[in-house]
Structures are given as C-alpha cells and as structure tokens.
C-alpha cells in the first residue's frame, strides 16, 4: 500500500467515525452547526477570496477557458451566496427518522421503514469551490460525513473553506472530521479514494464526461452518476414563437458554464420558417455562434456548418447547435442517440404533443414549455443540491436532502419467535 492510500485510508476512517457520531443527532444540534459554518463562512469570507485568487492565478497562467474561471472564482459576494445556502439547508427538513411507510403485519409486528444516513459520502469534483460548502452541509443536515476530493485547480480555495467549516464544527460541539479533505492533489488520492471500499459508502463525481466516466469505471466504492448535460430544446410546429424564442434563447445564454445548459436545439420544419429568422439573430446579438445542419445554415450567413460531432457535444460555452427535423418522432430519435439523460425540453401548444415526448424521452428531468435551467435543486425547492444524477438507481435528478439518505427497517414485537 503507498503512502497516500494509507493516508486516505486513515482519513476515511477518521470520516467513519464521525458519521457515526452524527448519525443519531437532532435536527437542532445539526441546524446549529450548520448556522456556525454560514456564520465562519461570512467572517472568513477575505482569507478565502484571497486562496482562491492563488487558484485563479494558476488558472489564468494555464490558458484555462473564461467558463472554467468563472466556475472557479470566488468573490466576496460569493461567498456571502454560498454562506446563504449553507443557511438555506438549515430551513429544510430533516430526512432522518422520516417513516416512508409502516404497517402492522397480521402476526401483531409493527413495521416502519425509516430513513437514516448513508454513512460516508465521497465527493469527487472539479472547479467549483462552492460544491465544497454545499456538499459539507447537506452531508452534515442528512447525517453523513463528507469526504471531499476537489480538484487541483482549486485547492488552495478548497482547503481554506474545509478549515474554516471544521473549525466551526469544533466550536458547535460536532466533530470536525464530519467534513475533511481528501489528502493529496495528485491523480493518485483520488485513485485511493475510488478504492476505499468498505470504509467510503457512496461515491459521487460532480464535473466534465471524462471524470465521470474515470470514476464509474475505476471505482470499487459504489457511485452514483451525475451526468454531463447535452441538454436539448425542441421547437415543435404548434408552439407559440415568442415563447418558443424566449425559452430556447434562456436555456442557452442564462449561463454557459453549467449542465442544465441547452446544447442543441431542434426545429420542427413546420415552425422554421417563422422561429429561425428570429431566434438566430437573437443568438447571435447575445454573442452564441449556431452550428447549422443545411438547412438552418439557409437561414442566416453567420451560421457555421455542423459536424458530426456537434450534435454529441457538451459545449458549455458559447455555443449551439441547430437542426431542422420533420417531426416530433424525429427529435425523439435525434435525442435518443445523443442525450445525456439530463434534461430535455419541448415547447408546443399541443397537449398531445407534450404527452408523447415525455412519454417516450428518457431523461432525468423533462421540461414542457419551460427552459432547461430549471433542473436544480434551489429551482426544485431541495435546497443546495449535491449533484444531478443522470442514473436510474437510488436517486435521479436533482439530489437534495432525502436522496443522502438510505433506509432500514425497523419491525416492533412482544416477544415474537417465528
């Protein structure tokens, strides 16, 4: 065993210990210590800007895109967000102990399938400095410990935040290993990481395809899938253009940087000649450059003839890509081949036409008459959510509270013997 399996190792085991020290605390005790990180989170809010900004640096120095700086930085008014989510996790209820259901057996057992922690939840991610404090909170409201592997582009950002929140956990009266960092920076901790089964009890990975796949496919730990988002738009021949307009332009330019970005929009060719005139100029004021298929690069001189490989493509960036289908079935079958299974979206006046596309899209979210960047869980009403699961076991969608959570049975008797 190397030295840096044997530290993570040891440090998951330090997080087992504290999950079972969490397990059986009130929603108080855990609110309080909640409400202790928001409050550490605003007081450090400058010694945390000032280690991102070492990060942001090296960013800058390696030629990284502007959409993976903005992901990585941090200001103070971000931070000042992060901290209100924090609070935010607080307000929501907690899972545990919650009964999903119970019966009295004919034999006069009484059943109840509770809900209690999953234990150790490893979180595998890249960039975002502000999945380390959402994800340390909702593992801290849910009762689990956070064992938390950021990515080398922000780690000076990631171990000031985890220093600040074990500090308030130890002022609370919680323990501090409830949230730790994964030592090392190097591929090879997370590598550790990926193989501590038995003492990590879930592994979720929170970035771009690559680590992902890396994580589902080298992992011992069991993983829940969070998913790149080639989210889809389709425009069918009896939606309303102003909104069908409003909609596809929202989903694309909201923001580039995230998975519930639209990254391909699909015209019925009834409805072309009426919304592609008007969405394409739109996107091009708003600085998106449209890769066509033949037919919507007729529409406009600016639009870039598609590749194949556009229409499999997770841009996020300023980027879009356009094609002109015959009919619903069509872009069904369009999206069958290229979706994630994260969200995808339809704009019609048809409740017909609604109906058939959510009945034959797979996908974790499907939006009618309604933009992609709604699948989150603060839109959902979860709260801070730990990542979108794009897989069908345990949870799918949005993660929030009671998608930390497994369950156990608890039968009650006076002495039963079978």
Not at 329 to 355: F, G, L, M, P
Request: overall charge negative; some cysteine; hydrophobic content about 40%.
């Amino acid at each position: 065993m190397s030295d840096t399996e044997r530290d993570v190792r040891a440090c998951a085991e330090r997080s087992r210990d504290a999950a079972a020290d969490l397990a059986p605390q009130s929603r108080s005790v855990k609110d309080d210590g909640l409400l202790a990180m928001a409050d550490a989170l605003v007081t450090e809010a400058e010694s945390i800007v000032a280690a991102n900004r070492e990060d942001v640096e090296r960013a800058r120095a390696a030629g990284e895109s502007e959409a993976v700086i903005d992901r990585l930085a941090l200001t103070a008014e971000r931070v000042g967000a992060i901290a209100e989510s924090v609070r935010d996790v607080a307000e929501l209820p907690d899972p545990v102990g919650e009964v999903v259901r119970g019966s009295s057996l004919p034999n006069g057992l009484e059943l109840r399938q509770v809900r209690v922690p999953l234990g150790v939840i490893g979180i595998i991610y890249e960039g975002r400095p502000n999945v380390t404090a959402d994800a340390a909170a909702l593992c801290l409201k849910s009762g689990n410990a956070a064992l938390l592997r950021g990515s080398s582009s922000a780690y000076s950002s990631n171990a000031r935040i985890v220093e600040v929140l074990r500090g308030a956990l130890d002022k609370a009266g919680l323990p501090a290993d409830a949230v730790q960092l994964v030592p090392g920076s190097g591929r090879d901790s997370a590598q550790a990481l990926m193989r501590a089964r038995g003492l990590v009890d879930v592994l979720i990975p929170r970035g771009g395809g690559s680590l992902i796949r890396t994580v589902v496919d080298e992992s011992t730990v069991p993983v829940i899938e969070t998913g790149e988002g080639n989210c889809h738009v389709y425009i069918d021949e009896s939606a309303d253009t102003d909104m069908a307009v409003s909609i596809a332009v929202n989903a694309k330019t909201q923001r580039y940087s995230t998975c519930n970005t639209a990254e391909t929009l699909l015209v019925h060719a009834a409805a072309a000649d009426r919304f592609l005139p008007r969405v394409l100029p739109a996107l091009r004021e708003l600085g998106v450059t449209v890769h066509g298929d033949d037919t919507t690069v007729g529409y406009d001189d600016a639009v870039v003839p598609a590749a194949e490989s556009d229409w499999a493509a997770e841009y996020l960036s300023a980027d879009l890509a356009v094609k002109v289908v015959d009919s619903l079935d069509d872009a069904v079958a369009h999206i069958r081949r290229y979706s994630t299974k994260h969200t995808e979206a339809v704009v019609t006046d048809s409740q017909s036409a609604a109906r058939r596309f959510v009945s034959l899209v797979d996908a974790a979210a499907v939006m009618v008459n309604a933009s992609t960047r709604f699948t989150d869980g603060g839109e959902f009403g979860f709260g801070a959510e730990i990542g979108i699961s794009t897989q069908k076991l345990h949870a799918r969608g949005p993660m929030g509270l009671p998608e930390m959570t497994s369950t156990t049975y608890v039968v009650t008797g006076e002495g039963h013997v079978r």
